[in-house]
């Protein structure tokens, strides 16, 4: 069955940095799009950033700039370089894949704080 492992979440103070990692297996990785979204209590769940299987990549202006996202064929993982981190970016990230059908994973908590 399609799985992911997601990891790299975490308390970190403004400012920091944080690489998110997402593992996925089950499913023939390089044919799928990859993006990271995130959400916070009482809010939608919202699109941080996108990688199409020929690398284009896409952010939301509310990252542009201080996030990267990135995609590793062999390994099958998609990541996300989060750098200057501010207290708006708490949330519970997940990688998602998209293809005919869509798969999520089960999330990780990011925490930013002082």
């Known amino acids: 069955q399609v799985q992911f492992v997601e990891s790299g979440g975490g308390l970190v103070q403004p400012g920091g940095s944080l690489r998110l990692s997402c593992e996925a297996s089950g499913i023939i990785f390089r044919i799928y799009a990859m993006a990271w979204y995130r959400q916070v209590p009482g809010k939608q769940r919202e699109l941080v950033a996108s990688?199409?299987?020929?690398?284009?990549?896409n952010y939301a202006d509310s990252v542009k700039g201080r996030f990267t996202i990135s995609r590793d064929n062999t390994k099958n993982t998609v990541y996300l370089q989060m750098n200057s981190l501010k207290p708006e970016d708490t949330a519970v990230y997940y990688c998602?894949?998209?293809?005919?059908?869509?798969?999520w994973g089960q999330g990780t908590q990011v925490t930013v704080s002082s």
């Open positions: 998602k894949a998209q293809n005919l059908r869509d798969y």
């Open positions: 990688i199409l299987t020929n690398s284009r990549t």
